[in-house]
């Protein structure tokens, strides 16, 4: 998918969210597109998908993200969820632990059905809620640099570091797009 041409873009780029139920996957995706968050968001059943643009340089980039809703429950994601994806956001809540020691089952999927290239940035989701966290920071740092990955936690509640987030996985997906390209 990456450097083909649409009449708006230079780039467009698939990018996937993944993680467990209720991690925050859908707010993340909503503030990336449409900066908005729900406390109550009820996903409807199926793959959905929302864009974005963002310019690199002088590269216009349209980020198609593609969010499981609700699928993830079911254990019913396939191979076609993440064909053509170059970036992952892979997301957990930092107030449940057991959506961290996931992270190794997803990262596994990834490996399986991901593209080798594709630029995983680990997502500690939920850090507004600081008192309830049973993650700490560190735990998260540890695993990302032994799995090579880029590492933030975020608050979708509170816009924090969302967009941060996403620009390190477009910037990373860029930067190896466009070498591969020379
Ligand atoms: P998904 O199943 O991974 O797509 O998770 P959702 O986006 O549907 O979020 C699950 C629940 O967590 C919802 O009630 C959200 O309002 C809440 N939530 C999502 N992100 C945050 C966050 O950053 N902080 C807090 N406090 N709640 C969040």
Not at 27 to 45: G, M
Not at 72 to 98: H, M, P, Q, W
Request: charged share 25%; net charge negative.
């Amino acid at each position: 998918m990456a450097g083909s041409f649409d009449e708006e873009c230079d780039y467009l780029f698939k990018a996937v969210l993944i993680g467990d139920s209720a991690v925050g996957k859908s707010n993340l995706l909503s503030r990336i597109s449409r900066n908005e968050f729900h406390l109550d968001s009820k996903p409807t059943i199926g793959v959905e998908f929302a864009y974005r643009n963002i310019k690199v340089g002088d590269k216009l980039i349209k980020a198609q993200i593609w969010d499981t809703a609700g699928q993830e429950r079911f254990r019913a994601i396939t191979s076609s969820y993440y064909r053509g994806a170059l970036g992952a956001l892979l997301v957990y809540d930092i107030t449940r632990k057991n959506t961290f020691e996931s992270v190794k089952k997803w990262l596994h999927e990834l490996k399986e059905f991901g593209n080798p290239d594709m630029v995983i940035v680990l997502v500690g989701n939920k850090s507004d809620l600081a008192e309830s966290r049973q993650v700490v920071v560190e735990d998260g740092h540890t695993l990302a640099q032994l799995e090579g990955l880029c590492f933030m936690e975020t608050s979708a509640k509170q816009n924090i570091n969302v967009e941060e987030a996403f620009l390190n996985m477009i910037n990373k997906i860029h930067e190896i797009t466009s070498k591969k390209s020379l």
